[in-house]
């Protein structure tokens, strides 16, 4: 059985909304407002490593699908297989990329699927994931920036889930890493 870990950048008031560009009107807060610290995002490089597939909504697929083939750093996400929650898309172009029309569907994936499923971005897949009781584990990369409103990895008036801290570091420019697994 698969591990389902939702990995994401986050403002200190829990905002995952445009970190790199978007709609958002501060978007491309996590490189634009916080100075670049190589030791903050080498967990995205073990992340690289571990994953086994990727776990996208529609929303993220549409932003990463154009970009990140070309991308000679992504080589190993573009590998492996991907999984779009959508009710709308028909035929992806990502090589690799399947369409899940469900939870339920996300659900037997995980039953099927070996090794660590990673959830990029998605605020709204996310939440589902976590409401569905689908999520293992959170790698949060949280960053001295509060942006006030967006899209927000925890939403209001949802159960929200018991986490156990795995692994915690700082970083010279403020950004702080917290790997959390979720206790059931």
Avoid: C
Avoid at 46 to 56: G, P, S, Y
Avoid at 62 to 86: G, L, Q, R, T
Avoid at 131 to 160: C, I, M, N, W
């Amino acid at each position: 059985m698969a591990r389902i870990v939702v990995t994401t950048f986050l403002s200190l008031d829990g905002v995952m909304d445009s970190p790199g560009g978007g709609e958002h009107p501060r978007a491309g807060w996590t490189f634009q407002e916080v100075a670049f610290d190589e030791a903050a995002y080498a967990i995205k490089g073990r992340e690289t490593e571990e994953a086994t597939a990727l776990l996208l909504g529609r929303v993220s697929y549409d932003e990463f699908a154009p970009v990140w083939p070309s991308m000679e750093e992504f080589a190993h996400y573009n590998a492996i297989p991907k999984f779009v929650v959508s009710s709308t898309l028909s035929d992806p172009g990502w090589h690799n990329t399947s369409v899940l029309r469900s939870l339920d569907e996300v659900a037997a994936l995980k039953q099927e699927h070996d090794g660590q499923i990673q959830v990029h971005g998605s605020a709204r897949l996310a939440q589902g994931l976590a409401a569905a009781g689908l999520v293992d584990a959170y790698h949060l990369l949280t960053f001295p920036v509060v942006l006030g409103s967006g899209k927000r990895l925890f939403d209001d008036g949802a159960e929200q889930p018991r986490l156990r801290p795995v692994e915690q570091a700082t970083y010279g420019n403020g950004v702080t890493l917290g790997v959390y697994d979720v206790v059931r």
